[in-house]
């Protein structure tokens, strides 16, 4: 080949334009690539539509408030939305991945097989290898899961987001699922003659709903929902307080035996059973509570105010939200009705999970641009600032929040309301989870984040006293096999049919334990092998 050709003046010129164009761009854009060039005022000059896919509802109107605007004008862009229901989350992110149709940006319930099969088949964005250095913020709290640093060395790369529960607030060490915290009426068992306590038996709970069928102190008739409970609750607050492992984030485990085991086959789980079908049969729970769906248990309590005892979760945010809807539909004061508490086994230990520090995550349609994935990071990275955080959980500062003279936070609401009632369906936090503030947050009323502390506190000082906690087991957690997905059960519904099954509870049991194990027993042999 020859080598020794003049170039044509063409050729020149059209080099030369290349090199002065690049030139250009690198002094306009600052360090952005292109669509994301700012100008003097630092604004982004290019308005992108960014797709994007979460649980938060968005009604007609919602997003046509200054929350909003804020979001859409700082990063100049306009959200095209879609809503995902919380049934049909799993299986719509599935469809989407699967089919390439994933929006620029979703919130994705994590599934370790699927999000390895997902990043072999080039399903998932790659993010860029400085990414760390570009978006500081992101980074500090996505080294803070311990699921990213798995991810890394399992695949080389970033291609997932995990979401943080906690920051720079963490309630209580070891950190515990907020599941397993219940409210009850406490006017109801002053009436009845029953003690207030941190820390009920699952017994002792099941006694004070029967102290209110029997007196009806609230005086509600044939609407009264003693233990207002859906499916998964019931499995929360009656089976998992006595058999950790009968639930379904960890119902395979290593005994004492070094072997590893089925929950839901342990006699401790024939123990909740036996409590939720007595439950059942004295009409403590509603007849119909297995077919309801997300919050038709806890309404009975802040709706129709029918309901001795709803599950509610542990977060202060949740006892803050019980609050307003109790005024709002019963023109009630909580403070007055509401006691909080956690539940325990029948032996006084305390079970749950040991919490791994994220849940969900964010996912990027492998196809986006790089001008779309840059916004969408320089979003979530002010998001996780201190600044962005004040503004996702309280508003515009001196209009919905101030410092006062010691320099404390102070929310300026009306007593008795909410951000989300003013700036309603705000889903622009899609990072850090609001667990997080929810500790400091001041537009949560004191008394309700002390409380939601000191039971996080009574949670982890049980739990280790009674070395009852399920350890989180990275290598048991994010290994994934054919074995594992034939191995997994819908838990909440398979005990809800146990206890309703006509005949003896434990043959039934022990039947449906007998009929499982052909596709639990071979995980078993192959846990026992890997680990």
């Known amino acids: 080949m020859k080598t020794n050709k003049k170039l044509s003046v063409r050729a020149l010129f059209a080099i030369t334009l290349s090199v ?21 005022e630092g604004n982004y000059k290019d308005n992108l539509t960014i797709s994007v896919a979460n649980l938060t509802e968005i009604k007609n109107g919602n997003l046509d408030n200054d929350f909003h605007k804020f979001w859409t004008d700082k990063f100049n862009l306009t959200w095209d939305y879609n809503y995902i229901d919380w049934d049909s989350w799993g299986e719509k992110l599935r469809l989407w991945i699967n089919s390439g149709d994933l929006p620029d940006v979703a919130v994705w319930n994590y599934v370790h097989g699927d999000a390895i099969n997902s990043i072999e ?14 978006w500081p913020n992101v980074a500090a709290a996505y080294n803070l899961t311990g699921l990213g640093d798995k991810l890394e060395e399992l695949t080389g790369g970033t291609y997932v987001l995990p ?61 009264l929902v003693p233990l207002s409970y859906n499916a998964a609750d019931a499995m929360t607050n009656m089976i998992m307080p006595n058999s950790v492992h009968a639930m379904t984030d960890s119902p395979f485990y290593k005994g004492e035996d070094g072997q590893f085991h089925w929950g839901p086959a342990d006699p401790e789980t024939l123990t909740g059973l036996k409590l939720m079908q007595k439950a059942y049969k004295d009409g403590l729970l509603n007849p119909e509570f297995y077919t309801w769906k997300n919050n ?9 105010g029918t309901a001795a005892v709803t599950s509610l979760g542990g977060l202060a945010s949740y006892r803050q939200g019980l609050d307003s809807d109790m005024k709002k539909n019963l023109g009630v004061d909580s403070d007055e009705l509401v006691h909080t508490a956690i539940v325990v086994g029948d032996d006084g230990k305390y079970r749950n999970m040991e919490q791994a520090n994220f849940w969900s995550a964010l996912i990027f349609n492998p196809e986006i641009s790089d001008e779309k994935f840059e916004r969408i990071m320089d979003l979530i990275d002010y998001s996780a600032t201190k600044e962005g955080q004040l503004l996702i959980n309280m508003g515009f500062e001196g209009k919905d929040w101030k410092y006062d003279e010691n320099n404390e936070l102070v929310s300026l609401l009306p007593e008795g309301t909410v951000l989300e009632d003013k700036y309603p369906a705000r889903f622009e936090g899609l990072y850090l989870l609001g667990d997080d503030f929810s500790v400091v947050n001041p537009a949560i009323k004191k008394d309700y984040r002390d409380r939601a502390v000191k039971l996080f506190e009574e949670k982890a000082k049980l739990g280790t006293e009674g070395k009852s906690l399920a350890t989180y087991d990275w290598d048991v957690n994010l290994y ?12 909440q519904n398979e005990y809800a049919n146990l ?3 006509n005949g003896d509870l434990e043959a039934n049991w022990k039947e449906w334990v007998n ?11 192959e846990l026992n092998d890997k680990f």
């Open 499 to 501: 206890i309703l099954k």
């Open 163 to 223: 979401r943080p529960i906690y920051f720079e607030n963490k309630p209580a060490d070891p950190l515990t699922n907020q599941i397993g915290v219940i409210a009850l009426r406490k006017d109801w068992a002053e009436a009845v003659g029953f003690e207030l306590k941190d820390a009920y038996t699952t017994t002792e709970l099941n006694e004070y709903a029967a102290l209110v069928k029997e007196k009806d102190p609230g005086k509600v008739g044939n609407k």
């Open 121 to 134: 088949q080039g399903l998932f964005y790659k993010f860029p290898d400085d990414w760390k250095e570009r």
């Open 515 to 525: 009929s499982k194990m052909s596709l639990v027993q071979p995980y078993l042999d």
């Open 20 to 40: 002065v164009m690049l030139m250009v761009t690198a002094c306009s854009s600052q360090g952005a690539s292109g669509g994301n060039e700012k100008d003097a």
């Open 480 to 491: 994934d096999s054919k074995a594992k997905s034939q191995a997994s059960f819908d838990y």
């Open 296 to 304: 038709e248990g806890q309404n009975n309590f802040k709706v129709t």
